[in-house]
């Protein structure tokens, strides 16, 4: 295929959803999924907690960026999905390492990644890579948690600490109703996790992002405004309304990040 060096809506040929498989610097196998529509440029979408490529906030993204004429690469973090690995409370650093291991694989592909996308715990993962590579000049925060030491209560039970600090581990149900086991160490990793520290280290050239809901029910829109004020380079959008998962509000959410992806695709150069 021949790609075109920015994005042409109307020239877009027919897509093309290719499986790709990335080993991580773990020797496990990630799975994702290109949807080509023929650029260079590729935007990498990131998926949240308990959560996989196929999310309702991720599909709507991509969709909405093919219909632009962006390519997009959806995956799995390890331990999710079709992902090989276990699953973990915390993995918030090594899913960043995920997230670095796909990007040198589409970089070996002769592919740029121009923007990095996360939503909920992907949009932590997303700021966590920015902080540590510093090669995404483009960074999109969708409902991401500014401090992990908050939400663990409505997961794991009122006396969470006291428990695991007793037994060792905490099971609790995904989406689908299957048990998955928090561990102490998976707990420790997140709660010794410090996004505040790591937004400080993102370099000043690098975009950022953050969309959040009114109504979010999971992480409350004030860790949007955490985050406004201490990323250097930092776009705020609040969705009114808006739930966690943008329930009622996919195309506002797409009409605020496409446009944001596609100025940094036709802007890459100046």
């Not at 932590?124 to 902080?131: E, F, G, M, N, R």
């Not at 600490?161 to 102490?184: A, C, M, W, Y």
Request: proline fraction near 1%; hydrophobic fraction near 35%.
């Amino acid at each position: 295929m021949t790609y075109s060096s920015s994005t042409h809506s109307e020239q877009t040929p027919e897509k093309q959803h290719q499986r790709i498989i990335v080993r991580n610097n773990y020797g496990e196998k990630l799975v994702g999924v290109l949807s080509e529509s023929g650029t260079l440029e590729i935007a990498v979408l990131c998926h949240g907690f308990q959560s996989t490529k196929e999310s309702s906030t991720i599909a709507s993204i991509a969709g909405a960026l093919e219909k632009e004429g962006i390519s997009v690469f959806s995956f799995d973090f390890a331990g999710n999905g079709e992902s090989e690995g276990t699953f973990e409370y915390g993995n918030y650093w090594r899913e960043a390492d995920d997230l670095s291991a796909v990007i040198k694989h589409l970089n070996g592909m002769k592919r740029v990644v121009t923007a990095i996308v996360g939503h909920s715990k992907g949009g932590d993962v997303v700021l966590l890579y920015a902080s540590k590579y510093h090669d995404i000049n483009r960074v999109v925060n969708v409902s991401g948690r500014y401090n992990l030491e908050r939400g663990n209560e409505d997961r794991l039970g009122k006396d969470f600490l006291q428990v695991i600090q007793k037994d060792g581990f905490i099971d609790i149900k995904n989406k689908k109703g299957d048990t998955q086991r928090v561990t102490k160490k998976s707990l420790m990793e997140r709660l010794n996790t410090n996004i505040h520290e790591a937004c400080l280290n993102i370099d000043n050239t690098c975009r950022v992002l953050t969309v959040h809901g009114s109504d979010d029910e999971v992480i409350p829109v004030e860790d949007a405004m955490e985050f406004d004020k201490i990323i250097p380079n930092h776009k705020l959008h609040i969705v009114e309304g808006a739930n966690h998962s943008y329930t009622s509000h996919q195309i506002e959410l797409a009409s605020v990040v496409v446009p944001f992806i596609k100025d940094g695709i036709e802007h890459k150069d100046a």
